[in-house]
């Protein structure tokens, strides 16, 4: 690590983007975490003040002022996580790792941390490993997703809509499980549904992996039309309940739980969707 090596890195955001937590996370993506002299380059090239600079970095848990691990995991101990066993979760990993909620391990592994919502309450207990989650994790997964981070994954560096998690989705109307699990995508089981357009119907199977729109469509649609859903068992068009705003088309809803829905964009082609744990027309 060298000062202009920081100089550099911060320089080209502060051209580029001016957003300081931008700026921080580019510091910490580099370092895997915060040192003291970058904090003052960024407050120097802002010009804002350090105190301010220092503020936005202990605000946020996603930066460290100490150096981090090569990995890290978090374990999820909301309201919603914690009445599922996410306490006894954590536990085990530090039973595992030998070490305690904000260490690292003595080899710079691993680092592991306890947060207070992963905002993927449906999937809890909810673990996260260097971006990838882990959805209902139990004890005796602790050694396998311990083995996962030390043989490394690809590191999501928190950008909006990149993290990747496997989500089950069922029919809102009939409640049957819309997972189809002989046609992967992205290697998990996908999303059946069906499509219809202009009065033609056909396959659609999206992918079960949350942040991922990767999908197959055994019709011809023109891109940025959009289509309608139905389930393929009880045939009901799936509900809408919002307009994506990607582009203002109706949203498909589909059920993950009672309140929680994954709702998808029908156009053709356009990557919204959006994982709503407040819906309260899910029932
Ligand atoms: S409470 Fe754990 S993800 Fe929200």
Do not use: W
């Amino acid at each position: 690590m060298s000062s202009e090596e920081i100089e550099k890195i911060v320089s080209d955001y502060v051209e580029r983007q001016g957003s300081i937590i931008a700026v921080l996370e580019a510091v910490q993506n580099r370092y895997r975490y915060l040192p003291e002299e970058a904090l003052r380059i960024v407050a120097r090239q802002t010009g804002r003040r350090l105190v301010d600079i220092y503020g936005v970095a202990t605000f946020y848990k996603a930066f460290s002022l100490k150096p981090r691990g090569k990995h890290l995991i978090s374990v999820c101990l909301g309201t919603a996580c914690h009445v599922r066993g996410g306490q006894a979760i954590a536990e085990e990993f530090m039973s595992q790792l030998q070490i305690k909620a904000g260490e690292t391990t003595p080899d710079g592994e691993i680092t592991f941390e306890t947060v207070n919502c992963l905002g993927a309450c449906a999937l809890g207990p909810t673990v996260v490993v260097d971006g990838h989650y882990y959805p209902h994790v139990t004890r005796s997964q602790v050694g396998g997703i311990i083995a996962d981070a030390l043989a490394g994954m690809e590191r999501d560096d928190g950008a909006a809509g990149a993290r990747l998690f496997p989500i089950h989705v069922s029919c809102p109307n009939c409640k049957r499980s819309l997972m189809d699990y002989d046609r992967r995508l992205d290697g998990h089981p996908s999303i059946a549904c069906v499509i219809a357009y202009d009065g033609r119907k056909g396959r659609l199977g999206l992918s079960s992996l949350y942040g991922s729109r990767a999908s197959e469509v055994e019709l011809e649609v023109p891109m940025n039309e959009p289509c309608r859903f139905y389930c393929p068992h009880c045939h009901e068009e799936m509900p809408h309940y919002s307009n994506c705003v990607e582009c203002g088309s109706p949203m498909a809803a589909l059920y993950i739980r009672r309140g929680c829905a994954y709702e998808v964009c029908t156009s053709r082609g356009c990557p919204g969707h959006l994982l709503n744990l407040d819906q309260p027309n899910m029932k």
